[in-house]
């Protein structure tokens, strides 16, 4: 059974452009998480989504980002006109039933630079 | 609010040696505790997990924690550190009925050959 996949594994962007992050949940999982960690932090939760539905994402900037979880296909993490303070590196998670009662298995992350 | 705390940034300890790494977490009820380590340029792999029952935990790769309620504390620790054990570890929180987990800061630990 592959673990949470994520790529790209790093990912350089120019401020101003668009970075666009993929996560492909473990098999059977249905519910899936981005995290972000900034340098020397934890990580912290941005959004929940489940397929075809965003459940919080109250951990996401207003502005520039977006998420979503289609019915087929990865979810994405969308960054648009990135600036230097969004490099970090983004987690992804996947659970089979909502997490906190079930455990959340990460992927690799995706480090993202912005020259 | 919820938080985490891990006090020590750093931690390092002779190959052989006891290891202890330190969480509190400050939450009204009993939380869901934890733990994970990243290699560098790795994603985070569970060591283990508290949700109720036993409060000594086993983990994975000859870990073990203990939640203290009394103490709001969920160290964990191993006898005996290998040098593959060089990386930093993370400990978290789910709030009752809550998928955000909270992170501390992490701890880095450095194995001395």
């Known amino acids: 059974n592959a673990g949470v996949m994520q790529n790209p594994r790093h990912l350089v962007r120019r401020r101003g452009q668009e970075a666009r992050l993929r996560c492909s949940p473990m098999k059977g999982h249905s519910h899936v998480y981005w995290y972000r960690q900034l340098p020397e932090e934890g990580l912290k939760f941005m959004v929940y989504l489940q397929k075809e539905n965003i459940i919080d994402e109250s951990g996401m900037p207003k502005e520039r980002f977006s998420a979503e979880f289609p019915k087929e296909g990865p979810s994405i993490l969308r960054i648009q006109q990135v600036v230097r303070g969004d490099s970090a590196a983004y987690f992804c998670?996947?659970?089979?039933?909502?997490?906190?009662?079930?455990?959340?298995?990460f992927g690799p992350g995706t480090r993202l630079l912005v020259l | 609010a919820q938080s985490v705390t891990q006090p020590d940034i750093h931690i390092t300890v002779s190959e052989g040696a006891s290891l202890e790494l330190r969480c509190n977490y400050s939450y009204g009820a009993t939380p869901y505790l934890f733990w994970y380590v990243q290699s560098p340029g790795q994603g985070l792999q569970l060591l283990l997990k508290y949700f109720s029952g036993d409060t000594l935990v086993q983990g994975i790769k000859g870990f073990e924690a203990e939640f203290k309620r009394s103490q709001s504390s969920f160290n964990l620790r191993k006898p005996s550190v290998h040098w593959s054990d060089a990386a930093e570890y993370f400990c978290a929180v789910g709030a009752d009925s809550s998928y955000k987990l909270i992170f501390g800061s992490g701890t880095r630990l450095l194995v001395r050959p």
């Open positions: 998670a996947s659970s089979p039933l909502r997490g906190g009662q079930e455990t959340q298995y």
